[in-house]
T-cell receptor, first 115, second 115 residues
Framework: AQSVAQPEDQVNVAEGNPLTVKCTYS??????LFWYVQYPNRGLQFLLK??????LVKGSYGFEAEFNKSQTSFHLKKPSALVSDSALYFC?????????????FGGGTRLMVKP | SQTIHQWPATLVQPVGSPLSLECTVE??????LYWYRQAAGRGLQLLFY??????ISSEVPQNLSASRPQDRQFILSSKKLLLSDSGFYLC??????????????FGSGTRLTVV
């Protein structure tokens, strides 16, 4: 069965500093990977995805993620954090072995950006 | 463009009362539809998914049920709510394979509190 792990419950970073939110995955076959962000009492907003191609994926709001097949990782990054980036971030992988093609999510990482 | 509507936004229901949450999608046909539950503001648990009208797959045995009476309508129900049904419920859709769109779009969620 496929799975996603986000090893950090919370990441703290100062505004203007680079940020990284970690994600590792376990799948059979090629992974379809996603990052979503959630603000309080809101739905999930899509940030970026990796399907195939360039290992560095650029997404919304200045975020990017690097796909590393050998390390089975898909870390989310941003060169300069903003206070408004503070939110809950989810990494997810699509189950291509199931007719439903559902997403399996990691446990989430809370990002706190301090002024 | 494709949009997803989910209502109500918040709901407070007594234990033992029935539940009906509705989700509709616009701008696409034959989408895959999903119901997720998020407890305690963290991890997302897949409850049900549907690949077509009347086709419902359950991922977790529980007090809830789902139905898809129309192509773009997905309903989450319960005959008698339990305290443990409290949580944040999210509906999502995905274009069926072959339509060239790999993303998943989430509704704005329903905060259910069972008292």
């Amino acid at each position: 069965a496929q799975s996603v792990a986000q090893p950090e419950d919370q990441v703290n970073v100062a505004e203007g500093n680079p940020l990284t939110v970690k994600c590792t995955y376990s799948v059979s076959g090629n992974p379809y990977l996603f990052w979503y962000v959630q603000y309080p009492n809101r739905g999930l907003q899509f940030l970026l995805k990796y399907i195939t191609g360039d290992n560095l994926v650029k997404g919304s709001y200045g975020f990017e993620a690097e796909f590393n097949k050998s390390q089975t990782s898909f870390h989310l990054k941003k060169p300069s954090a903003l206070v408004s980036d503070s939110a809950l971030y989810f990494c997810a992988v699509r189950d291509i072995n199931n007719a439903g093609n559902m997403l399996t999510f990691g446990g989430g990482t809370r990002l706190m950006v301090k002024p | 463009s494709q949009t997803i509507h989910q209502w109500p936004a918040t709901l407070v229901q007594p234990v033992g009362s029935p539940l009906s949450l509705e989700c509709t999608v616009e701008g696409t046909s034959n989408p895959n539809l999903y119901w997720y539950r998020q407890a305690a503001g963290r991890g997302l648990q897949l409850l049900f998914y549907s690949v077509g009208i009347g086709q419902i797959s359950s991922e977790v045995p529980q007090n809830l049920s789902a139905s898809r009476p129309q192509d773009r309508q997905f309903i989450l129900s319960s005959k008698k709510l339990l305290l443990s049904d409290s949580g944040f419920y999210l509906c999502a859709w995905r274009a069926t394979p072959g339509q060239g769109y790999y993303g998943y779009t989430f509704g704005s969620g329903t905060r259910l509190t069972v008292v």
